[in-house]
């Protein structure tokens, strides 16, 4: 098995973990439910004609601060959205584990390989302690 395949089993061995099934499970229910894709899609339009507008000097600093409530708003009405909250969650989880993994694989390319490929960090992990 050629270095390729392995880096592509590897993959397909996270995407098969409890993380990488419960994010796709979530996307598959946010494709699948137009109030919910609509909703994001407006947050990121918004947030991106926004970003556009303060790289353009558009906004004064008192106008900053007023779409930056209003950004702050619309993400609070995001996550009070079932479906969005449990893809975000989902999709931080799997985030997680990929970090944890690369984490592994970068120690042990330096050399400094720890029991069991811990690195004392323990935010996102399941635990082996």
Do not use: W
Request: hydrophobic fraction near 30%; charge should be negative.
């Amino acid at each position: 098995m050629t270095v390729f395949e392995q880096a592509r089993e590897l993959a397909n061995s996270l995407l098969e973990s409890k993380q990488g099934k419960r994010m796709k499970e979530t996307q598959y229910i946010f494709d699948g439910n137009d109030e919910a894709r609509q909703q994001l899609l407006d947050y990121t339009n918004y947030r991106e004609a926004i970003n556009t507008r303060v790289q353009s000097g558009e906004l004064t600093e008192e106008e900053m601060k007023a779409e930056a409530k209003k950004l702050q708003a619309m993400i609070t009405e995001l996550k009070k959205n079932p479906i969005i909250n449990n893809m975000v969650n989902a999709e931080g989880e799997f985030r997680a584990l990929v970090n944890q993994v690369m984490s592994i694989f970068n120690s042990t390319l330096s050399g400094d390989i720890e029991e069991g490929g811990c690195n004392g960090n323990c935010s996102g992990c399941s635990g082996c302690h």
